[in-house]
């Protein structure tokens, strides 16, 4: 059976199109682009097109207005030449305004804002004529020769209707005035102009679709891939449970170094050990800072029999401690009586070791909640 893990066969996973996108991979159309463009550069032609036509005419009339002097004064010469461009570019600047607006939004349409210094750092791959070759003659090579070439076609087979359409009226131009050509001039090449930008749809129908599909396909993944990323994200199983293990023992070995601090021991006799600690002139409960079942336990009781640390026997109250409280944390209300009753006879155990006095009998039938109760 044939190993498939090279085939990209899987869709790409968000990190993997989170990282394409830092490298400036993402679907993008020239044409797309191209065609928003010229279509509002087309719409704003129609409506600011006749002022811009009769600004023009005044530029022209104020040519053959200009008088002799200014022709021999160099200054006055530069001075006027400006006005008459300061002129011209304020007829655009509408048309300017809105083309540049949309040439920063467009983007959004298709793959959104993306801004990456990856895709502009200099690449020794792209310098390769090999591999330029490659791209040259490769798939993507072919498709953009295919839409140069459709797009050819359409332009001009439009064109020559337009052409054919309209041959009447460019001829009947030339019996109007100046004024009234211009402008009938100017609204049959604006409309042209709309008319040819408007069969661009027909290469940007076929080029997003296929944009959007080339870049999916350079983004899947093979199965291999997949779970490298997995294990790169959440790490490797093997690792990340040598890491469980050595934070059990860290925090294990913590425990068991407090067990000598403790004041007691309750434990079940031989499967629970419950190491607590009560600081009589403070303001707190009782803290647990030991517990364990089985071997832990054991271990509990040695070190607690090493530092001559008091072991009292109360099974439910042990089974009870070990289920209702955590490390650290101070035990639950409900024992307090309890515990209470371990910690009495603790200190009476203690008062009586010191003063050699007759050593009291541990506590019997301590007394547990239902609720604390474990079986």
Not at 50 to 68: A, D, H, N, P, V
Not at 248 to 258: F, G, H, K, L, V
Not at 278 to 302: E, F, T
């Amino acid at each position: 059976m044939a190993d498939d893990s090279g085939d990209k066969t899987e869709e790409p996973t968000a990190k993997r199109i989170a990282d394409a996108r830092k490298k400036g991979q993402i679907p993008r159309s020239k044409e797309l682009n191209t065609f928003v463009a010229l279509m509002t550069g087309s719409v704003m032609l129609m409506f600011t097109g006749e002022s811009i036509c009769k600004g023009l005419i005044q530029i022209i009339r104020k040519q053959f207005k200009l008088k002799r002097d200014v022709f021999f004064d160099d200054a006055s010469l530069v001075i006027y030449f400006k006005q008459v461009l300061l002129d011209g570019m304020l007829l655009i600047v509408p048309l300017v305004l809105a083309m540049g607006i949309v040439a920063l939004l467009t983007p959004i349409m298709m793959g959104g804002w993306n801004f990456s210094t990856d895709s502009m750092s200099p690449k020794i791959s792209k310098m390769n004529p090999v591999s330029g070759l490659k791209r040259m003659f490769g798939v993507q090579g072919w498709v953009e020769l295919l839409k140069s070439i459709v797009k050819i076609v359409l332009v001009f087979s439009v064109a020559g209707s337009l052409f054919k359409g309209y041959l009447d009226q460019f001829m009947a131009l030339s019996s109007l005035s100046l004024n009234n050509a211009m402008i009938n001039a100017s609204d049959i090449i604006l409309f042209g102009f709309l008319i040819l930008s408007s069969t661009l749809i027909v290469i940007v129908a076929i080029d997003v679709p296929y944009q959007l599909w080339n870049n999916n396909k350079q983004l899947k993944m093979s199965k291999q891939e997949v779970k490298d990323e997995s294990k790169q994200q959440e790490g490797n199983p093997e690792i990340k449970g040598q890491i469980r293990r050595k934070q059990m023992e860290m925090s294990q070995q913590r425990m068991m170094d407090e067990v000598p601090k403790a004041d007691v021991i309750v434990t079940n006799p031989t499967h629970y050990a419950i190491a607590l600690k009560y600081d009589p002139l403070g303001s707190g409960a009782p803290v647990m800072v030991a517990k364990g079942v089985d071997l832990i336990a054991a271990q509990i009781r040695n070190s607690a029999m090493g530092a001559d640390v008091p072991l009292v026997a109360a099974p439910p109250l042990a089974r009870a401690l070990f289920y209702s409280a955590e490390l650290g944390e101070e035990i639950p209300k409900g024992l307090f009586l309890a515990v209470a009753q371990i910690l009495a006879y603790v200190f009476q155990l203690k008062a009586a070791t010191e003063n050699n006095g007759e050593k009291p009998f541990p506590p019997r039938d301590i007394k547990v909640p239902d609720d604390f109760r474990q079986e």
